[in-house]
């Protein structure tokens, strides 16, 4: 059990630092100074889900949610 406990342990330092790397990656929502004259309907705006920020918030909730089940997982007392 101490060696599944130290693989978990490597794994969710591992997330943890992927997941930092992705979150920092991500833009603010009102970046960019084209929010302030509404000309954020652009091409990338509309086909958000397909770009690269769009694979980068999917990314970031796949992650968080690994990131959840590890620290859960590596909390029971087994």
Aim: net charge positive; proline share 0%.
């Amino acid at each position: 059990m101490a060696a599944l406990r130290m693989v978990l342990t490597v794994l969710l330092i591992i997330v943890c630092i992927i997941f930092t790397t992705i979150v920092l990656m991500q833009e603010g929502k009102s970046a960019g100074l084209g929010a302030l004259n509404g000309s954020s309907e652009t091409y990338w705006g509309k086909n958000k889900g397909r770009s690269m920020e769009g694979a980068l918030v999917k990314l970031t909730k796949i992650l968080g949610i690994v990131f959840l089940l590890l620290a859960v997982v590596l909390n029971i007392n087994f």
